[in-house]
């Protein structure tokens, strides 16, 4: 980085964080002016920014940036919005439209070190569901066995009270195609229980994982 291109990069950084702040629309364009700099710059510049931006439409124009990297060096700021606790200056939808499209990024990273913050909110019922789901379809992409158990537990809790769950579960482990998965998706299927005995989308889901799964197992036939 020249020695021009670093003052400019630190006149935009002074600039976002000045107190008072600029109005959110200011904030976006100098977030756009990152456009100029190198990768590592922008994504540097970018997760700092992530960590201490509080407005909600600024942090959706730095998440549409990061989408376009899909570095690792994102994780940890990924993390720490994706567990974020409710703020009471940001609207409920839009407070969890930006935690989903955290969870969405680290499941498309594809780096191990998403996998236990995914898990975690995964397996906190308290959560949203659609935080969770967006979770579990991450865990699927991310393609870490570490991944297989959970999801098999979340998959056969019957006690769980969104079927979407146990779905997007059932998808995750389709896409994990991990033979540990086989005996409990198939038993899904055998079971007599209440609603779960008539074709349902979790069945579908199901049996849409076993495909994937495939000859790995002769039980997917």
């Given amino acids: 980085m020249t020695e ?3 003052d400019n990069l630190k006149q935009i950084t002074q600039e976002f964080c000045k107190e008072p702040q600029n109005p959110p629309e200011d904030r976006i364009a100098l ?12 994504i540097d510049t970018l997760n700092y920014f992530l960590i201490i931006e509080k407005h909600p439409d600024v942090l959706i124009q730095i998440l549409t940036m990061l989408a376009n990297y899909n570095s690792p060096k994102s994780i940890d700021a990924l993390t720490e919005i994706l567990l974020w606790k409710q703020k009471d200056n940001i609207d409920k939808e839009r407070y969890l439209s930006i935690r989903q499209s955290s969870a969405v990024l680290l499941g498309n990273i594809k780096d191990t070190k998403g996998v236990l913050p995914l898990l975690y909110v995964l397996n906190n019922k308290d959560e949203n569901y659609k935080l969770r789901l967006k979770s579990a379809e991450a865990l699927g992409r991310i393609g870490d066995k570490y991944a297989v158990a959970p999801l098999i537990d979340v998959v056969s809790d019957e006690n769980e009270k969104s079927l979407y769950i146990r779905e997007s579960a059932a998808k995750a482990l389709g896409m994990l195609g991990d033979i540990r998965a086989v005996t409990p998706l198939v038993s899904i299927l055998e079971t007599k229980k209440g609603i779960i005995d008539k074709f349902t989308f979790l069945k579908e889901r199901v049996i849409e994982a076993l495909g994937r799964i495939g000859d790995k197992d002769m039980r997917t036939i």
């Fill in 31 to 42: 977030i756009k002016e990152l456009e100029n700099f190198s990768e590592n710059e922008i």
């Fill in 4 to 6: 021009s291109s670093s």
